[in-house]
């Protein structure tokens, strides 16, 4: 069973714009992370946000968490073409579960 | 500094057939994981491991089997093969500190089987 549902599934942006995504869980959690996945390649760590964190930056990055809603939110600014990939969303506490991911296409 | 490696990178099996995934990490990292990956189904854990010598079962265990005899390698095998485990297996790591636990990921298995 998926602990994140991202949503959207897909997102197609033009370079230069603001891209959303969104995560909602189910359980309870310690940490909600954020992963990217480049077509054909392993997922790559992208933050980390602790459940008594409400809003963490890194870089592009930026990501809240409302755990009375069991809901988190990933904004990328200024998106480039590289950095079209999936990203999935992982929360839990004994062990991470993961989400089942969400598309996004950056155009030049 | 390798990070997570998976050997290998590709395989292709026929129904029946036995073969040992392996991962390898540098990083001195306690625990270990094999996840599968399907179309629209996101990662699911198989196996986990939270130090040399202990395994335990995760969401899909059932058809495979891990060891971890030594820190840095796991291993998963599939006994006998079938066209359900057609699929692409990913190894990550990390290190045991509660709520700081991000995974570093291998390149991933792609396995058919026919």
């Known amino acids: 069973s998926q602990q994140g549902e991202e949503d959207p599934q897909a997102l197609s942006i033009q370079e230069g714009e603001n891209a959303t995504m969104n995560c909602s869980y189910k359980t309870s959690i310690n940490n909600l992370q954020w992963y990217r996945q480049n077509s054909g390649r392993g997922l790559v760590h992208l933050i980390l946000i602790r459940s008594n964190e409400r809003e963490k930056h890194s870089g592009r990055l930026r990501v809240t968490l409302d755990t009375s809603k069991k809901s988190s939110s990933l904004l990328i600014t200024a998106s480039r073409a590289a950095d079209t990939a999936s990203y999935f969303c992982a929360g839990g506490s004994e062990k991470l579960v993961f989400g089942k991911g969400m598309k996004l296409t950056v155009n030049p | 500094n390798a990070g997570v490696t998976q050997t290998p990178k590709f395989r292709v099996l026929k129904t029946g057939q036995s073969m040992t995934l392996l991962c390898a990490q540098d990083?001195?990292?306690?625990?270990m994981y094999w996840y599968r990956q399907d179309p629209g189904m996101g990662l699911r854990l198989i196996h986990y491991?939270?130090?040399?010598?202990?395994?335990a079962k995760g969401e899909v265990p059932d058809g495979y089997n891990v060891s971890r005899l030594k820190k840095q390698n796991f291993l998963l095998g599939l006994e006998s093969a079938a066209p359900s485990q057609t699929s692409v297996y990913f190894c990550?790591?990390?290190?045991?500190?509660?709520?700081?636990?991000?995974?570093?990921f291998g390149p991933g298995t792609r396995l058919t089987v026919t």
């Open positions: 491991s939270v130090g040399e010598g202990t395994t």
């Open positions: 990550a790591s990390s290190t045991p500190d509660w709520g700081l636990r991000k995974q570093y």
């Open positions: 990083m001195n990292h306690e625990y």
